[in-house]
Each structure stands twice: as C-alpha cells, then as structure tokens.
C-alpha cells in the first residue's frame, strides 16, 4: 500500500484531513507548521496511534486532544503543532506538554523515552 505525503497509511491521512477541516491553527505562521519531530517518531515506531485521544486534568476538568497523522494535536477546537502548545492553551501559561498530557497510564514523556 503505498504512503501518503505524511508517510502514513492513505485511510489515514484522509481521515486527519477530515478531522482538521475548519480548525484554526494555535500557531501566528498561518501556513507554516513547525511540528515536533517527537511526535511523529511516536506515531512512526507504534508508539502513539493516530487518533488516539491524550488526556489531562487541570483544575478538576478533564482536557482531551487527538492525535492527528502528521502529529499535530487537535484541541478544544484548534490545531496545535506541540504537546506544550496544546497545554499552554488550556491553560494560559507555559506548560511542559510531554508531562502533562498522558495515553492511558503513561505521560508523553514516558512514551517518548522508550525511543531512546
């Protein structure tokens, strides 16, 4: 089967572009996406699905953001090109995203250190 351009399964990337169609982007480059490279190692050595749904509690609220295949995170309505930024927006101050958002048990940071 071949790769669509996100090196991923067509079925896939078809199903990122309907899930991202009308979200805005966190980001001021409108156009530019600086992903993190991290996150698409996660999704590229089986580590984090795409579509698979993170999560994290802050203030006694739980926050959801869905891995999309090109490893941007869809969030509370919009488009974020990291971990970090995706927290930061929930929270309005600088977080460090690869401890605060989880997939089941284990943080971003956990799953991240098994590539090592």
């Avoid at 990337?13 to 001021?28: D, L, N, T």
């Avoid at 869809?74 to 958002?101: F, K, Q, Y």
Wanted: net charge neutral; hydrophobic share 35%; charged share 20%.
């Amino acid at each position: 089967m071949e790769e669509c351009i996100h090196g991923m399964n067509p079925e896939w990337c078809a199903q990122c572009q309907r899930a991202i169609e009308g979200y805005p982007s966190s980001g001021s480059r409108q156009g530019k996406r600086r992903i993190d490279p991290a996150m698409r190692d996660l999704i590229g050595h089986g580590l984090l699905p795409v579509g698979a749904r993170l999560h994290a509690l802050y203030k006694g609220h739980r926050f959801e953001a869905v891995v999309q295949a090109d490893g941007v995170l869809a969030s509370e309505g919009r488009l974020h090109d990291s971990p970090s930024g995706a927290a930061s927006s929930i929270t309005g101050t600088a977080v460090n995203g690869w401890t605060w958002w989880s997939y089941g048990a284990a943080t971003l940071a956990d799953l991240r250190s098994r590539l090592d």
